[in-house]
């Protein structure tokens, strides 16, 4: 397809996109390639499809099609859910007292509660037509395995999920949720799989990290036949999917004479904020429009605002290929702050690519100022977010504050990326006054950073 169609021909009559936008086609500078830890060779197609599903293991390399049309069984799913509302935040307009104008993206409204079923429903199908019995996972707080679940569900695939043993045992709702919808989920790190096992010995007591789940989740995919392995955030084909998330934005904004100035996201490994700024991001690329741009992270786990932009695992247990971005080290584990979904030690290698080049901005954020803005933003908008998603509230606020010391008229959009309501133990911390800031020294930065593989 000519990626220069613009991307309105890709709409259905009630506004969906017909079409997935790859942000990667309009880049000078691609992504670097994931590498194959053992030759140190860019990963191919074959080799990528022993563990992920063909058709998605083709998204993954295709740094070419600007437009990937979304099957018709996917479709009809995010019909069930989409367009996702963008909303005009009049009510926090006017307390903040900003001449600001604020608009966000909800991504909140569907079961597993977030933006993560945009590509769950795409990974299941995917693997339900290549006449797979299942895929295999990781989650960290919880949101990806609920999502997935809930495809697998749709799709009748079975659904095997590692969950990161210290939100097993503080989520319980959430784990019940997934094994509501048929998934099989184990706390990791486990003795079920050879890595786990290692962890244990190595680390013994352990609450497990999102890196070690993931090394886990692959195992048991490359060792059961007819299992792949799915991940819900960091890989390009996840930015790939959630660009629908953009794609019904820009198709709003154009549609009613919206026109954003910031764009605002949290960033965990990348995909909601992948997703958000895309079609947006594509305009930059392509000359045709101007934005702001501002990925906000934890400053416990600060990839972008202090990592190192280099080659490293994606997991802690070293057997995915490597990707090359910000990152913290793979054997970095966050202190336990409580935006779950943001506890990555990486970030997606194309916004580490645009970040690194200076079009996207980033900032961290410390976790009792979001929980802050969290709270404001559930008294004065009406909906409870998700840890996560307050990330981007906070910095959206910061932003409408400085309209209004400056008088600039700034339109600021952020993704709200989901709601909190499987949260409540991190907002009752916040309540009751002990909730923490803990920021890694640069000692400890440097020390796992250090532990980088030389590429
Ligand atoms: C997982 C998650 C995130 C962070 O993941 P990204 O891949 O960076 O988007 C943000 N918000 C919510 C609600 C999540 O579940």
């Known amino acids: 397809m000519d990626k220069n169609i613009p991307y309105k021909i890709y709409l259905t009559e009630d506004e969906l996109p017909k079409a997935w936008y790859n942000v990667r086609a309009d880049m000078k500078t691609k992504p670097a390639p994931l590498l194959n830890p053992g030759t140190g060779k860019p990963m191919t197609l074959e080799e990528l499809s022993g563990v992920f599903c063909t058709e998605l293991a083709k998204q993954e390399l295709d740094n070419d099609t600007a437009f990937i049309p979304i099957p018709d069984e996917i479709l009809?799913?995010?019909?069930?859910?989409?367009?996702?509302?963008?909303?005009?935040?009049?009510?926090?307009?006017?307390?903040?007292?900003?001449?600001?104008?604020?608009?966000?993206?909800?991504?909140g409204n569907n079961t597993s509660g977030s933006h993560k079923l945009n590509s769950a429903i795409a990974q299941a199908y995917y693997a339900k037509k290549q006449g797979l019995k299942g895929v295999t996972t990781e989650t960290g707080a919880g949101q990806w395995g609920t999502a997935l679940s809930m495809a697998c569900a749709y799709f009748d695939l079975d659904c095997k999920v590692y969950m990161v043993k210290v939100s097993y045992e503080q989520k319980p709702f959430r784990r019940e949720v997934m094994r509501t919808y048929g998934a099989n989920v184990t706390p990791s790190p486990s003795d079920t799989t050879k890595v786990g096992r290692d962890i244990l010995e190595k680390f013994p007591g352990t609450t497990g990290s999102l890196g070690c789940a993931i090394s886990e989740a692959v195992e048991a995919a490359v060792t059961s036949e007819g299992y792949r392995y799915v991940l819900g955030s960091v890989l390009s084909q996840v930015l790939l999917h959630q660009s629908v998330i953009g794609l019904e934005t820009m198709t709003a904004c154009d549609k009613y004479g919206i026109k954003p100035d910031v764009i605002i996201g949290c960033a965990g490994g990348g995909s909601n904020l992948g997703g958000l700024i895309a079609p947006f991001i594509g305009r930059k690329l392509r000359g045709e429009a101007d934005y702001q741009f501002i990925a906000v992270e934890p400053a416990s786990c600060p990839s972008l605002t202090r990592g190192k932009y280099a080659y490293d695992f994606c997991d802690t247990g070293m057997v995915c290929p490597l990707a090359k971005m910000y990152t913290l080290g793979s054997g970095f584990i966050p202190s336990p702050n409580h935006a779950g979904g943001l506890r990555y030690h990486g970030m997606s290698s194309v916004l580490s690519e645009l970040y690194d080049e200076g079009l996207i901005e980033a900032r961290s954020a410390e976790q009792t100022s979001v929980f802050e803005a969290a709270t404001q933003f559930a008294r004065i908008e009406g909906t409870l977010p998700a840890p996560e998603s307050s990330h981007a509230i906070k910095v959206a606020i910061d932003e409408a504050l400085k309209c209004k010391e400056t008088g600039e008229e700034k339109t600021i959009l952020f993704g709200l990326t989901g709601t909190g309501y499987f949260d409540m133990v991190a907002y009752q911390k916040f309540n009751d006054g002990e909730m923490s800031d803990y920021i890694p020294t640069d000692e400890e930065l440097a020390k796992s950073i250090a532990t980088l593989p030389n590429i």
Do not use: Q, S
């Open 76 to 107: 009809d799913f995010y019909k069930m859910y989409r367009p996702a509302p963008l909303v005009r935040a009049y009510f926090l307009e006017k307390a903040l007292g900003t001449p600001a104008k604020i608009y966000y993206k909800f991504e």
